[in-house]
């Protein structure tokens, strides 16, 4: 059963209160108009808990604002959202085109640094989080007590004599819910074997990323990424008031299981 308001509700009990769905949950289908974010399709979504959140579908469908109770929880760049025309793969263009969002799909073919292989060129993250979405659409349904709300499309990341990578993906949310499952399956639709990098590269934002925010993970092994990192391991799972001129931090998590 769905739980609204408070209250646990059969499908029959919550159709007899709320005559059009729209009014407690809702995916809506819209286009950004100003700016570099200009023409950038997406999806917002409404799950009646207090859950809001917006699926691009011009860029990967992933997920930009994400907010519950009027409260954003991601973080967002300085740059801010822009349409994937303004997608750079050289050197350190991509600083000028992350738009932060609570998820940023990286990869297919590469993850982390820029970089050059024989005769191809690899940019910082990849190329795929600039990827609109081919045959996006939106389904929502009854399953018996529970109403799904489900955005899905795939994205192409190929090359004339190159790759051929296909990412389906599907977002779930459910009349309301506090969750949003995400399930992704690749596919190679070439004839060769292709190496494959995917980093789903999450970003949570003031107030939720604060000086008492904890990081709590099943680490087996944490490992510095350089000598900045260093410095703060032993303070890895927590986290700071902001520091003026405080380089980045990263770490490397090899997880228990």
């Known amino acids: 059963m769905a739980r609204l308001y408070g209250k646990e509700m059969t499908r029959e009990e919550i159709l007899k209160r709320v005559n059009n769905l729209d009014k407690v ?146 977002i779930t949310s459910r009349l309301g819910g506090k969750t949003v499952h995400i399930h992704d399956e690749m596919e190679n639709q070439g004839f060769e074997s292709q190496a494959l990098m995917i980093l789903y590269h999450c970003n949570l934002g003031y107030p939720l990323l604060d000086e008492t925010a904890r990081l709590v993970t099943p680490s087996h092994q944490v490992q510095p990424r350089d000598a900045d990192a260093q410095k703060g391991l032993e303070f890895y799972a927590s986290f700071s008031k902001p520091i003026d001129g405080c380089p980045g931090e990263v770490f490397y998590h090899q997880p228990a299981s």
């Open 25 to 170: 949950a809702a995916v809506k289908p819209f286009i950004y108009d100003g700016g570099r974010a200009k023409g950038v399709k997406a999806f917002q979504v409404a799950t009646g808990s207090g859950l809001e959140f917006t699926v691009l579908e011009s860029r990967c469908l992933d997920i930009f604002d994400f907010r519950y109770r009027g409260i954003s929880l991601n973080f967002l760049s300085k740059p801010g959202l822009a349409s994937p025309e303004y997608f750079n793969p050289h050197g350190s263009e991509f600083d000028r085109n992350f738009q932060g969002g609570m998820l940023f799909t990286c990869g297919l073919s590469n993850v982390g640094t820029a970089c050059r292989e024989g005769d191809q060129e690899y940019g910082f993250h990849g190329r795929i989080g600039s990827i609109p979405a081919e045959n996006a659409s939106i389904e929502c349904r009854w399953q018996e007590d529970e109403y799904v709300m489900e955005i899905s499309g795939q994205m192409r990341e190929a090359a004339l004599y190159h790759e051929n990578l296909v990412l389906k993906r599907k």
